[in-house]
């Protein structure tokens, strides 16, 4: 077969008619193009993003979260706007693509209800910004950093390094704790029990005296000691702390419970262990029948 003839071939077959959109015939050629097209427009709107956040916005005094929606907003605008370039380069109307889309969603509306609520909650995620990239979030029983918002999906961090992919929609219908939205800081609430022969006063001023000295407690609020109730067998205190980083909440509790077994033990302090009375009832006398008794 010659060059000419294979030439040829490849002609026939890319200027094969798909179909035909108000009168402008679609071929295999221009479809290639087009995913060709789309394809460079897709790495050429990564590379101006990441330019944008690492040279641009990274110098500027905006949020972290707010870099990142610019950002993403951009990433998405490059994409819409390289695609109707590509379409109208190769003479395709995008009207007919409109109503060719729009008699397709009728038949598969049903079947992307999952995809469009989750694509309409990333455009919220993203514009009214209830949560940011770096968030400290709780979704169900999941805590973590929030890495990454997609238009379908959110990627958050656990603290275990685990990463797990959440639908946008769980963030819109879905109760949601952002202990870093408007204000971060947070206020941790230590419970301890203590024995009812204690000093009460020496209970409080040394429980205050172990807020004092955690190094990551703020000052502003000051911390406080509760006595919340009287238990079975102890005082239940509450001692509450406010931190900076809520990020940082198991490892102030881990240091202000330790603090208050070193300080217990210094000032004699007694935690007591959870006591339950058993009270031991004596035998009943069992009844002798006197048929028993004759024998």
Same mark, same amino acid.
């Given at each position: 077969?010659?060059?000419?003839?294979?030439?040829?071939?490849?002609?026939?077959?890319?200027?094969?008619?798909?179909?035909?959109?108000?009168?402008?015939?679609?071929?295999?050629?221009?479809?290639?193009?087009?995913?060709?097209?789309?394809?460079?427009?897709?790495?050429?709107?990564?590379?101006?993003?990441?330019?944008?956040?690492?040279?641009?916005?990274?110098?500027?005094?905006?949020?972290?979260?707010?870099?990142?929606?610019?950002?993403?907003?951009?990433?998405?605008?490059?994409?819409?706007?390289?695609?109707?370039?590509?379409?109208?380069?190769?003479?395709?109307?995008?009207?007919?693509?409109?109503?060719?889309?729009?008699?397709?969603?009728?038949?598969?509306?049903?079947?992307?209800?999952?995809?469009?609520?989750?694509?309409?909650?990333?455009?919220?995620?993203?514009?009214?910004?209830?949560?940011?990239?770096?968030? /400290?979030?709780?979704?169900?029983?999941? +805590?973590?950093?929030?890495?990454?918002?997609?238009?379908?999906?959110?990627?958050?961090?656990?603290?275990?390094?685990?990463?797990?992919?959440?639908?946008?929609? +769980?963030?819109?219908?879905?109760?949601?704790?952002?202990?870093?939205?408007?204000?971060?800081?947070?206020?941790?609430?230590?419970?301890?029990?203590?024995?009812?022969?204690?000093?009460?006063?020496?209970?409080?001023?040394?429980?205050? +005296?172990?807020?004092?000295?955690?190094?990551?407690?703020?000052?502003?609020?000051?911390?406080?000691?509760?006595?919340?109730?009287?238990?079975?067998?102890?005082?239940?205190?509450?001692?509450?702390?406010?931190?900076?980083?809520?990020?940082?909440?198991?490892?102030?509790?881990?240091?202000?419970?330790?603090?208050?077994?070193?300080?217990?033990?210094?000032?004699?302090?007694?935690?007591?262990?959870?006591?339950?009375?058993?009270?031991?009832?004596?035998?009943?006398?069992?009844?002798?029948?006197? /048929?028993?008794?004759?024998?």
């Amino acid at each position: 077969m010659s060059l000419e003839s294979i030439y040829n071939l490849f002609k026939t077959v890319f200027q094969f008619p798909i179909f035909t959109i108000k009168q402008t015939t679609v071929t295999l050629a221009s479809v290639a193009l087009v995913v060709v097209l789309m394809v460079g427009i897709a790495i050429l709107s990564r590379v101006v993003t990441r330019v944008l956040l690492r040279s641009i916005l990274s110098r500027t005094s905006l949020e972290e979260g707010t870099q990142y929606t610019l950002g993403r907003i951009t990433h998405y605008l490059f994409l819409v706007m390289g695609a109707m370039i590509a379409f109208q380069f190769v003479g395709i109307d995008l009207s007919g693509l409109v109503v060719m889309f729009g008699f397709l969603s009728v038949g598969i509306g049903f079947g992307l209800q999952n995809i469009t609520s989750n694509f309409i909650s990333g455009l919220i995620l993203l514009l009214e910004r209830p949560i940011t990239v770096g968030d /400290r979030v709780v979704v169900g029983d999941t +805590e973590g950093d929030v890495k990454e918002i997609h238009i379908r999906s959110t990627i958050v961090r656990t603290q275990n390094n685990v990463s797990i992919i959440v639908p946008n929609s +769980e963030f819109i219908s879905s109760n949601v704790i952002n202990w870093s939205h408007s204000d971060p800081k947070l206020r941790l609430d230590v419970n301890v029990g203590v024995s009812y022969g204690s000093d009460l006063d020496l209970v409080m001023q040394t429980l205050t +005296e172990i807020a004092q000295a955690e190094p990551e407690a703020l000052g502003n609020p000051k911390p406080e000691v509760l006595l919340l109730a009287f238990g079975d067998s102890a005082w239940d205190m509450e001692l509450r702390v406010w931190i900076e980083n809520p990020k940082r909440h198991w490892q102030v509790r881990s240091s202000i419970n330790c603090a208050i077994v070193r300080k217990f033990r210094e000032h004699d302090i007694e935690i007591p262990f959870p006591q339950q009375d058993l009270h031991v009832r004596s035998p009943l006398p069992v009844p002798v029948s006197s /048929r028993d008794s004759q024998d």
